[in-house]
């Protein structure tokens, strides 16, 4: 019966090891690098959300449009438009999904980035987030998570919530890059980014 219980726990401690998606780490420098653009690697969508204090406002359904003026009479059921900010919502809570204190919802307010890449060949690749806050103005700061051996299609999401956000703002701009043996392969960045 003890070997049974060691062997279920034992099971469970390694799924949990298995299943921890691994964090990327906060870079304490942030140099330039070389640019060399290689059409093996792209970036294919990017997917930009912040998390906010204050829930946004969810509007009041719409009646459906495309009916003539003279076709409802009151004996006609109206019909309404779907709600378009259900997916905004959506993503609220599955963002504050087990936040269950206040102190657990402050940590998850922030930006949120995820950006979906490609790699057409196996390569040591090193997925990087450079950014700016509101507060801190130009300073450049960054985040990096590597991936050994990678090759098709993958998401990576990166994240400035909690203290962060709190004191120095949302991001402003930013730029991914995809970076191979110390180069630059492929890049996405906002609007603002110099």
Known sequence: MKFGATSVGLIFCLS?????AEEPKLLVKVTPLPVALNKDFEFRKTKLYLLSEKAPKQGAPRKASNLSPGALSSTTPQRTVANQDSSIAFERQYRLFGAVTKLDQHQRF????DFFWRAKRPADLTVRLEYRQEKLHALVQAQELSYPNVHGTHQTEFKVVGDDYFDDGRVIAWRCLL?????IVAENRSYLWE
């Open 110 to 113: 922030g930006n949120y980035f």
């Open 179 to 183: 970076i191979e043996n110390g180069q």
């Open 16 to 20: 949990a090891l298995v299943g921890a």
